[in-house]
């Protein structure tokens, strides 16, 4: 039996991609994304907990991230999940979660991002290192229920 490595998230770029090039041509794009889910709690009130990932983005890909993300975009990523290690400066191993982003679609309008004023919007346009269509991400909504207590 394979193995299936997918991961789907909605939420708004902690920073502007950080920009890395390599010999040949190559490029990596690096950047934070902030995941928020409400819920009530036992005595019902409304709690938030955001989840922070670390998002890679190679190739193409890359050069599209630099060119039109910008820090607070609403943005749709789809990849898989890597957990790599590495050594620190002091020699201590270090072991780290990433996001390894196939495809990604803007969730907003570019007028509204820093830097790209009065652009047309790019809800539309997915972005993918794919031929086939990526999905358009479901619409999240926040949980409301009075009848839901748990606490995650």
Request: net charge neutral; glycine share 10%.
């Amino acid at each position: 039996m394979r193995g299936l490595n997918k991961v789907m998230l909605i939420g708004h770029l902690g920073k502007d991609p950080e920009i890395q090039n390599f010999e040949g041509g190559g490029m990596l794009a690096k950047f934070t994304l902030a995941t928020t889910e409400y819920y009530k709690d036992k005595t019902g009130n409304r709690q938030e907990q955001t989840e922070w990932h670390n998002i890679v983005i190679w190739g193409t890909l890359a050069e599209i991230a630099q060119k039109y993300l910008r820090k607070g975009m609403a943005v749709y990523v789809e990849g898989k999940i890597r957990n790599r290690s590495y050594d620190d400066k002091d020699g201590n191993k270090k072991y780290i979660t990433e996001i390894r982003a196939e495809n990604f679609q803007m969730l907003e309008r570019r007028e509204n991002t820093p830097g790209a004023p009065g652009a047309p919007a790019a809800g539309a346009s997915v972005y993918s290192q794919t031929s086939a269509p990526a999905p358009a991400p479901s619409p999240m909504t926040p949980i409301d229920s009075a009848d839901d207590d748990l606490p995650f």
